[in-house]
Structures are given as structure tokens and as C-alpha cells.
């Protein structure tokens, strides 16, 4: 399985400090062992279920979500330097991660996903987490998988979720609601 990970993410050689690139790594293993989705799933299921018809897949967007946030750190530390001191590995970490509890929010029904009972208790900021300590994965990572999403709206976020939650949201709002002209 952690080949298959590897393949999935090759975001993940972005991470310079080989233990937190091991626990990011591992955390993706250990969803996908317990997910009913498949390596190859991810590549053809929706982003997103609350968009009809949305052709763009699981991988597409979190990959681009990991990209914008890489190169929005990347100017933050151009243009701010220490005014907003952020760490990269964290960044990436995190937006690597803010979506891995999807996998256990899933169950497929008649060959469709849908949100299955554990994902209706627990939305993946809480299930992400979860598997994520239990992979050893540090507090200010695990802060960027719960607070990425609305839930986070609650909680005072770091710099690095500020810019997973913003990254995530900009990709996701225009396909959901946007003005047309
Ligand atoms: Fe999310």
C-alpha cells in the first residue's frame, strides 16, 4: 500500500524532515486500509458529494489544494518573511492530510459513494485527526486537518491552516456556487 500512496501523492517528496514525510505517509496508508475506497477510486470519484454532476476527482482537487498552498506559503515568505513566519513541512503536511478522514466517511452502495453512518457522526476534520495521531502525526498538523473545513471556523487558526482552509475553499466554492455572466 505505501507504494501505491507514494504514487498517489507525489506531493508527499515535498516534505523535507524524513520523520513527519513518514507519519504523513503512513496516515494515507492506514485510511486506505480501512476505507471501502481504493487507490483507484480516488482518481474517478467527485471531489465533492454535494455538487451534482462535478466531474473533477478526489485526487484533482486535494492535489491542486497541496499546490495552491505550497505556492501561497511560498510568497507569504517572499513578500512577509518574519513578520508571518510560516514552516513549509507543516504546510504541506497539512494540506496533504486535511481531507485523509474522507476515506472513512465513505461507503459505497449500488456502485455509488455516499456518506455512510460513521461520516455522519464524525465529519473527516474529526476522523482525519483521529487517524492521524494515531500515526504519531505532530498538534500543529493535526490543527490543519481540524480546522480546515467550517467546523474550523470556531477556532483560532495558524498561518499554515489559514492558508489549507482558504486554498480548499477557493477551489471548492466557484464549483458549488459562483456568478455567471
Ligand atoms: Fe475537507
Same mark, same amino acid.
Given at each position: 500500500m505505501i507504494n501505491e500512496v507514494k504514487k498517489l501523492w507525489p506531493e508527499l517528496e515535498w516534505i523535507k524532515d524524513d520523520d513527519l514525510r513518514n507519519k504523513t505517509t503512513q496516515t494515507w496508508v492506514l485510511a486506505l486500509e480501512r476505507s471501502v475506497l481504493s487507490p483507484e477510486d480516488l482518481q474517478n470519484i467527485p471531489f465533492t458529494l454535494l455538487i451534482p454532476d462535478l466531474k473533477i476527482s478526489f485526487m484533482t482537487h486535494k492535489r491542486a489544494v497541496v499546490h495552491i498552498a505550497r505556492e501561497s506559503g511560498k510568497? #507569504? =515568505? %517572499?513578500?512577509?518573511? =518574519? !513578520?508571518? @513566519?510560516? =514552516?513549509? !513541512? $507543516?504546510? #504541506? &503536511? +497539512? *494540506? #496533504?492530510? *486535511? !481531507?485523509? /478522514?474522507?476515506?472513512? %466517511?465513505? %461507503? #459505497?452502495?449500488? +456502485?455509488?459513494?455516499?456518506? /455512510? =453512518?460513521? +461520516?455522519?457522526?464524525?465529519?473527516? @476534520?474529526? &476522523? +482525519? $485527526? &483521529?487517524?492521524a495521531e494515531e500515526c504519531g502525526v505532530p498538534a500543529e498538523v493535526c490543527h490543519i486537518i481540524a480546522s480546515h473545513a467550517n467546523e474550523g471556523d470556531l477556532v483560532k487558526r495558524s498561518t499554515e491552516a489559514y492558508i489549507v482552509h482558504h486554498a480548499d475553499f477557493m477551489t471548492f466554492l466557484p464549483f458549488k456556487n459562483r456568478l455567471e455572466v
Open positions: 510568497k #507569504i =515568505n %517572499e513578500f512577509f518573511k =518574519n !513578520d508571518l @513566519p510560516l =514552516n513549509m !513541512d $507543516v504546510l #504541506i &503536511s +497539512g *494540506a #496533504i492530510l *486535511a !481531507d485523509v /478522514g474522507k476515506l472513512l %466517511e465513505y %461507503e #459505497i452502495v449500488e +456502485g455509488k459513494t455516499r456518506q /455512510g =453512518n460513521y +461520516g455522519k457522526y464524525l465529519r473527516h @476534520p474529526f &476522523s +482525519g $485527526v &483521529s487517524l
